[in-house]
């Protein structure tokens, strides 16, 4: 079993920045990819952003590329997505989720996660 909590969420003014956190407990080895996702009111749950634990690879969804930034601590077995430039059609709940492997492209789909966090509000508006 591995326990996703994550935190960081808040309100924030068009522009403005956060930063996500996400720690991971238990079985880490089920880490090897992790990942946010974001579901915004009246859609479905997307893929944001992932890492890959062994070689530090990183994947975006196209919406966020230059604006977010996510990043791995793995002595702390934490994730963290730092979100800039952000807009009110980022306004969502976030949720961490982990993979016990590399996804490559796969990445994206929720079917290869095991473990999700409980969610994160962030609300862009001024």
């Known amino acids: 079993q591995v326990q996703l909590v994550e935190s960081g969420g808040g309100l924030v003014q068009p522009g403005g920045s956060l930063r996500l956190s996400c720690a991971a407990s238990?079985?880490?080895?089920?880490?090897?990819?992790m990942s946010w996702f974001r579901r915004a009111p009246g859609k479905e749950r997307e893929a944001v952003s992932a890492?890959?634990?062994?070689?530090?690879?990183?994947y975006y969804q196209d919406a966020v590329k230059g604006r977010f930034t996510i990043s791995r601590d793995q002595a702390k077995n934490t994730v963290y997505l730092q979100m800039n430039s952000l807009k009110p059609e980022d306004t969502a709940v976030y949720y961490c989720?982990?993979?016990?492997?590399?996804?490559?492209?796969?990445?994206?789909?929720?079917?290869?996660?095991?473990?999700w966090g409980q969610g994160t509000q962030v609300t862009v508006a001024s």
């Open positions: 890492i890959s634990s062994r070689d530090g690879t990183t």
């Open positions: 238990g079985r880490t080895l089920d880490t090897y990819t």
């Open positions: 989720a982990t993979a016990g492997a590399r996804l490559g492209d796969s990445w994206v789909r929720e079917y290869w996660y095991s473990y």
